[in-house]
């Protein structure tokens, strides 16, 4: 989604970074810079990743890899460097720009073949704040992108239908999953949102929503840039700089998580005339997991606004259902669920066999990269078929009940199972292990691991600490079980397979 800048548009605010303001114009000379540092290395089509928190240069080596007709691959700091190794090589990536706190951790990516490293320092356009930097940059910070100012990049301008992202996303299947995702798509996304809630030049984003995740992505930076408006970053979620932002910024609009809304709740709700410091903000949204129906009501009551839920993957783009904007009645439930909305603009849900929602629309993809497999498991009559289940009621109103898949979701990032399960088989004495979502009052849910072990340990607290450091070494912090479980035995099905619906029932030998 490369647009061109009109004149009258370049002395605009687009980022405010801990009180420094990047312009518009600034940010295209900028992108132009690193577009031209890019050309050296990379062919159009070819692929660039970034491992990197909030900072300015996130959009920046986006925007510089359209300008090539690259392919922008963004790449979770929470990983992994196993993790992060297995993608690189998977999309085969000509350049990876690392923000410099990340240098030691990911230091094997330099021994890739073919594959240039770049290294860029989160703290060149603006300095964190003591209590961010203190715990979070550390090691020696190196600006290796060239941001020099460059009015004019000659490059390539891709097409809305070619390739414009590989976003990670989890599955079933053991295979890499990532979401082809389009010009097109993200246009079409931006557009939703913007017309959706109606997000004006005047608005100012506050984006705490990772921008490694496609709410970030979608409703962070492109929604930002297509309705011209301005964001601001906060490196990473912190509620005391996050209150702090939205008073000193005037922030209008944001979405991100519902654990974020916890701690805000818990960091604000004693804070003195609240209401007053948060009177910016008109829109405080939602997604990447499920909303607790007491977290609306305490936060309606601290704040006076809902917090307005939307529904969506990875694969849509980031919107399939959204509630309607402006909103005043009560929540909608089922159950005690809360809604997730109704059908986002030019997008078809069905509720097909099974309950399962399969929704249909310009921002949904088309392909997972290098997987037919999953693809074809995706595709159906109506579209592509989400894996949650779903119950519509009599005005519209769609309410998301289950999931078909056995994901985990923690705080909106999703666990495969699998991958806990074949960690944890490594470790010595372990003969199966089931691993199963259980909830959680601010994550929503954490993984949590039975184990059955060939023999009795001779200590089951150093069992439990030699599973735990290989599942630190190998998975990323949120996929670390949150408790460890020794049974007896595992459940079995009729026909012999692990029953993971019947791991409760089994008897607990030590916990």
Not at 147 to 160: D, I, N, S, T, V
Request: contains cysteine; glycine residues 6%; charged residues 25%.
């Amino acid at each position: 989604m490369v647009e061109v800048l009109e004149d009258s548009k370049r002395s605009d605010p687009f980022i405010t970074y801990f009180k420094n303001i990047m312009t518009y114009g600034e940010f295209e000379g900028y992108s132009n810079a690193v577009a031209v540092e890019f050309s050296m290395y990379c062919d159009p089509g070819d692929i660039i990743a970034i491992i990197a928190e909030n900072i300015p240069q996130f959009p920046i080596v986006q925007y510089a890899s359209w300008k090539n007709s690259c392919i922008f691959v963004p790449l979770s700091p929470l990983d992994s460097e196993n993790e992060i190794t297995g993608k690189i090589k998977f999309i085969d990536a000509r350049v990876v720009v690392i923000s410099s706190e990340f240098r030691e951790k990911f230091s094997s990516l330099m021994e890739i073949q073919s594959l240039h490293v770049l290294y860029t320092d989160p703290q060149t356009f603006g300095k964190l704040p003591d209590n961010m930097a203190e715990k979070y940059i550390t090691g020696i910070m190196k600006e290796e992108l060239n941001l020099r100012l460059k009015k004019e990049f000659k490059g390539y301008y891709p097409e809305p239908g070619s390739i414009a992202m590989l976003v990670f996303t989890s599955g079933t299947s053991g295979r890499q999953k990532a979401a082809e995702i389009t010009h097109s798509n993200i246009y079409s996304a931006s557009y939703i949102y913007r017309e959706w809630y109606s997000v004006q030049p005047q608005d100012k984003n506050l984006c705490i929503a990772p921008f490694f995740h496609i709410t970030g992505l979608i409703f962070g930076i492109s929604l930002t840039v297509l309705a011209h408006s301005s964001m601001a970053l906060t490196y990473r979620f912190n509620a005391e700089n996050a209150l702090e932002t939205v008073e000193s910024e005037k922030t209008t609009i944001t979405m991100f998580v519902a654990t974020a809304y916890r701690a805000m709740i818990n960091s604000w709700s004693n804070v003195d005339k609240i209401k007053t410091r948060l009177s910016s903000m008109r829109l405080w949204s939602a997604g990447g997991m499920p909303m607790p129906y007491k977290t609306e009501i305490e936060w309606k009551e601290m704040s006076g606004k809902w917090i307005y839920m939307a529904y969506g993957l990875t694969e849509s783009t980031s919107p399939v259902a959204l509630w309607e904007y402006p909103y005043t009645d009560n929540i909608p439930l089922y159950n005690g669920i809360v809604t997730a909305g109704k059908p986002a603009n030019y997008t078809r849900i069905v509720r097909a066999r099974g309950g399962e929602l399969v929704v249909s629309g310009p921002q949904v993809i088309r392909r997972y990269y290098k997987n037919p497999e999953d693809t074809e498991k995706a595709s159906g009559k109506y579209g592509l078929k989400t894996g949650d289940i779903c119950y519509i009621d009599s005005n519209g109103y769609i309410y998301i009940i289950d999931r078909k898949k056995d994901l985990i979701d923690v705080s909106g990032y999703k666990v495969v199972p699998a991958e806990v399960e074949n960690a944890i088989r490594t470790c010595d004495q372990v003969e199966d292990v089931v691993v199963v979502g259980e909830n959680d009052e601010y994550k929503g849910e954490v993984p949590v691991a039975y184990v059955k072990l060939s023999t009795i340990p001779d200590n089951y607290e150093e069992m439990k600490k030699n599973i735990y450091g290989v599942c630190k070494k190998e998975l990323a912090r949120y996929k670390v079980p949150a408790r460890i479980i020794f049974v007896r035995d595992m459940p079995l099905n009729a026909s012999g397979k692990i029953k993971r619906s019947g791991i409760h029932s089994v008897e607990v030998v030590y916990q």
